[in-house]
């Protein structure tokens, strides 16, 4: 079973008025990926040993409600795509009291070490594998 991904917000990821500055929520994508990731058993940085770099193509971020300094929020993040050459990532951040606060959605490409596309499936099937059981096929069942 795949953890969401929790933290609590820094004062300095915040404005004047204590809301998290809208950059930060890629940030928070971005730990969350990773977190999705290891869980997978799909290291980035074993990943970046073989070769293989996942670089983003796409990310858009649906602000709902604001997080505030101290909130401690969680991030569901779900495989949602899938192809030998890209994969995407969809998003949900929601507080303690489970408040929507925010949905986003990352798309990223398979590259090798000299920035060339990579057909993922066929260079490392085995790993190609692990992404394609932790794809949701129908979102919305999930």
Request: proline share 4%; net charge negative; charged share 30%.
């Amino acid at each position: 079973m795949i953890e969401p991904y929790v933290r609590t917000v820094n004062y300095y990821e915040t404005d004047q008025m204590h809301v998290v500055h809208h950059s930060n929520h890629i940030r928070y994508m971005e730990e969350a990926r990773l977190h999705l990731m290891d869980q997978m058993g799909l290291n980035y940085e074993k990943m970046e040993e073989l070769g293989i770099i996942i670089p983003v193509l796409e990310v858009s971020v649906d602000y709902k409600n604001a997080i505030h300094y101290g909130d401690t929020i969680s991030i569901e993040c779900n495989l949602t795509g899938l192809s030998p050459a890209r994969f995407s990532v969809a998003y949900r951040v929601t507080d303690e009291e489970n408040s929507l606060k925010a949905i986003g959605r990352t798309s990223h490409a398979f590259l090798d070490s000299e920035f060339k596309p990579m057909n993922m499936k066929k260079k490392f099937p085995e790993l190609y594998k692990v992404f394609e059981e932790a794809t949701i096929k129908d979102i919305e069942k999930k």
